[in-house]
């Protein structure tokens, strides 16, 4: 209990502390992201600079590792695949802001550059899942409180979710505070189903007590991460996260919720970046199909609420709302 | 749990409907608080309706009872007592709100009034609580996780305690969004440390789980409601919640932390209203001591930060993530 408290709370003041210093910092390399196409309206956040994930980035390392609840006896099987399959995402992420703000290659990585990191990293790790024992090809279904065993096919599915959960991460990650906030509830949602599952394992089939402990100790650094972050990132923002910061967030949550084998709660925990991809998908879609009509104003939908006449807080608000609801009916669909 | 699922939903859902004709109809009654006692520089709310916590009055009182979860067999001993609480509190805010507003008399109620009103509530509930055989006169040192009797001290302690959580609830209510953000927070601490004590009752030494259950349902019924609320009171806001969801929101806090037993974690999850009743105090002995200094530009605290430049919402962003912190640490510190 200690070690999750002191995981919390080291992992905020690391994001605090380290705030003021990388801003600067990254102001003085001229990282100032080119915004034209980030949204409606937001020329004036020309010059922010992203990259300010790299903040959350320290606080999660530093505090998962120094509060690493299995003390060298276990727990290693989940501790390392979650930090890597965050910490590459947010290499990805980190090569594409980087070229375009420092190198001033409005491009970046190509998309499929992008798109080959990630599959890597996801299938990869799903491999890993796979094989793990305690882990498996077996999904846990909440609400029914059943396994579903996906078979050899769990691999294929689990990396298309992996790519999918980081790149709604990073589509989500468009309005000052809005993927901080949101990332803020859901990982501790995800904190408080770990406590769950580490007071009472059978409730979701849970083999390794230990790796539980490291996943709950992992959502509390993140937790702890974005409030510390959005103390620079809130409205009016003063530092972008950048893909850097969505995709380590989207990394995160994903191999969270594969190591529970609970990513079905993706759905309710992870609503609202879904819901950003997917409006982004029916919006192309529908241009097709139709030669040129839209659906919504602007696509991610947070833009088309913009369009609508809500504020950008008002929007972090609705989402937060939405986020916390969802992630209470999320913790309660794993009691039975 | 589809019962709290339910009440969640539906608590959230009587807000979200009732809110347009609510406030419809308090604005047609002519219900503009005048603001200037509010704080600085709000002249422009100037007739925005107050009174907009009834619908979360509504939302919280249909779906408890809607899901109350002891199905007529037990659990009534907490229910009745809770929604007493909050309600009887809610009607002596309403009462000022009312006569304020509707009758335009500035003064309201007098202050011997509001709290002859509290005083009668919470001495009548800590009576109640000292021989309730489920409460009872000792309360449980979270962390220490060891039991402290108060013995007959139990009933002047706790009653003041329940004054001054509605106070500093009141007290708090000042700024677009805060007291219902944190509310919205806080709420899903308690349901969430009903939760593990559901799962694991010897965690607090719980004596009716069927109690817990319903202080779990009514939490997350003014989680949800909190949410609803905050569709319209979200800066900028259309209506405010007034004393009557302040000392309502304020009462359930208490009630719920005193029927648990465990009023120690109000320290936490209820810490920035308690900072905005310990700023009035300090700001006010300080003044009296120094003759005429000030240790804060202006009390409760937040409009301290408002004078020093932050807005309104980022005064909200960051008392909320202090709550999410300090409310994530309280769900810890029940475990051993």
Known sequence: MYRMIGALLLSAGVALLTGPKLIAYLKKLHFGQTI?????????KQGTPVMGGLMMAAGILV???????????????????????SFLNMCIGFADDYIKAVKKRHDGLSPWQK???????AAGFSVYCYFCPAVGSSIRIPFAGTDWDLGIFYIPVMTLLGIFIVN???LQDGLDGLLGTVSA??????????LLLMLVPSLAGIADPDGVAVCGTFALATAGACVGFLRYNRYPAKTFMGDTGSMLLGGGAVATAMLLRLPVLLALIFFTPVMSSVSVI???YYFKLTHGKRIFLM??????????????TQIVSMY????LILSLIAVLSILK
Chains 1, 2 share one sequence.
């Open 320 to 323: 937060a709302g939405v986020t």
């Open 282 to 284: 029916l919006q192309r």
């Open 36 to 44: 034209y196409e980030l949204g409606p309206a937001h020329q004036q």
């Open 299 to 312: 696509s991610p939908i947070h833009h088309h609420f913009e369009k609508k006449g809500y504020s950008e």
């Open 115 to 121: 798109i080959a990191g990630q599959v890597i990293v």
């Open 185 to 194: 509830v859901g990982s501790s949602a995800w904190a408080v189903i770990c």
């Open 63 to 85: 505090s998962s590792l120094a509060f690493h609840p299995a003390r060298w006896s276990g727990g290693w099987d989940f501790i390392i695949p979650l930090l890597a399959v």
């Open 168 to 170: 709604s991460s990073n």
